[in-house]
């Protein structure tokens, strides 16, 4: 379930599905993809997941174990990247409020927004190689954006799972907050950037920044992608992830 509040200029998306660890499904990407839509004009977009365990825990893989081509994998992971591609190209300052940890997918829905703001006790990791796949949201070239080719590779290679105040020291995160004070803190910044001279400061600095990747480079990272999805070694390492969270 996806849950847009429009408040006074503010735009705020919830991701709310506790029973998967407000994974991505492909529903929840058509949820997603009417939330923005919905959200244009407002002066700020603030993304974040319900409760205080997940901010976006990743693709769900329950449902997405039904991809079992490289046609169909491919599809999927071009369809969410256009949605992080939305996100970030969206006209008005977007804050990924994370709320609770991001992984997998989840840290790449977290680094296409402008800033990310996290809770004190949140880890975020890109460890899609232990599910021997890799980053197809656009999360990789975000990644290396963010912190050097080296440290993506790093980081995405061994999928290194990150407490918020080393993600915050290596430019991952930009404002770590208390636990006790986070929802106060995130919605007190996202007020203070509705204002109109923030839409201009955004476009300023996208305008002085790198160019965001190419579509070829684009369609080769989820081809890419797809071969890994329909690999045996990424069956059996989702088929032990599974076995792990059912016990």
Do not use: Y
Request: with cysteine; aromatic share 4%.
């Amino acid at each position: 379930m996806i849950d847009l509040e429009l408040d006074a200029g503010l735009a705020v998306i919830t991701i709310d599905r506790p029973e998967a660890r407000n994974a991505i499904s492909l529903s929840t990407m058509g949820e997603l993809e009417k939330a923005i839509d919905a959200a244009e004009g407002a002066g700020a977009l603030v993304i974040r997941g319900a409760g205080d365990r997940a901010f976006v825990s990743g693709g769900d893989l329950k449902e997405l174990a039904a991809l079992r081509t490289e046609d169909e994998a491919t599809a999927m992971a071009l369809r969410m990247r256009t949605i992080c591609d939305r996100l970030a190209d969206f006209p008005a300052p977007v804050i990924a409020a994370m709320n609770g940890h991001a992984l997998g997918g989840g840290a790449e829905v977290a680094v296409s927004a402008d800033i990310r703001v996290a809770a004190d006790d949140i880890r975020m990791g890109f460890n899609q190689s232990t599910l021997a796949i890799m980053p197809a949201w656009g999360g990789a070239e975000r990644l290396a954006a963010l912190v050097g080719p080296g440290r993506a590779l790093m980081l995405a290679g061994t999928g290194r799972i990150l407490g918020a105040a080393e993600a915050e020291r290596l430019g991952l995160i930009d404002q770590v907050l208390p636990r006790e004070s986070f929802d106060e803190g995130w919605r007190a910044l996202a007020r203070s950037l509705t204002a109109a001279p923030a839409r201009a400061i955004k476009h300023v600095i996208r305008a002085a920044a790198l160019a965001r990747p190419a579509e070829e480079q684009a369609e080769d990272a989820a081809r890419t992608f797809a071969r890994l999805w329909v690999s045996d070694e990424h069956w059996a390492a989702a088929e032990r992830l599974t076995a792990k969270r059912a016990r």
